[in-house]
């Protein structure tokens, strides 16, 4: 019998096809900001701070909730993104943020 159930699982997961990928081609701001880490102060680094419209440093979870639009793809998620934002300094010894390129995995 645990046999049985065991397959039956095992069926049902092979065929999921399940992925993750956030596109938010807008950005609200990029700064050193990190609302859950140090609400309200200067974080340790900078941050793409991308989505809904409720986005502060002292954002609060009903900020988040009311936001009106976003800059997401997907118009209804009022989620708010903020991946590091990577610096780079070629030869030229100037600090600019690395372009973000969408990869396929």
Same mark, same amino acid.
């Given at each position: 019998m645990h046999i049985k159930l065991a397959f039956? &699982? &095992? #069926?049902? @997961?092979v065929g999921a096809?399940? $992925? $993750? /990928?956030? %596109?938010w081609p807008g950005r609200i701001v990029r700064? /050193?900001?990190d609302p859950i880490v140090n609400p309200g102060g200067v974080a %340790?680094? #900078?941050?793409?701070i991308s989505g809904g419209s409720g986005s502060s440093a002292n954002? @609060?979870?009903e900020d988040? /909730? %009311?936001?009106?639009c %976003? @800059?997401?793809? &997907?118009?209804?998620?009022?989620?708010?993104y903020w991946p590091p934002t990577l610096i780079g300094a070629p030869q030229e010894r100037q600090f600019h943020p690395c372009p973000r390129r969408r990869r396929p995995h």
């Open positions: 039956a &699982i &095992i #069926g049902l @997961t096809d399940a $992925f $993750f /990928r956030m %596109s700064e /050193r900001l %340790s680094h #900078g941050h793409t954002m @609060t979870y988040a /909730r %009311s936001s009106k %976003s @800059t997401c793809e &997907i118009k209804e998620d009022k989620s708010n």
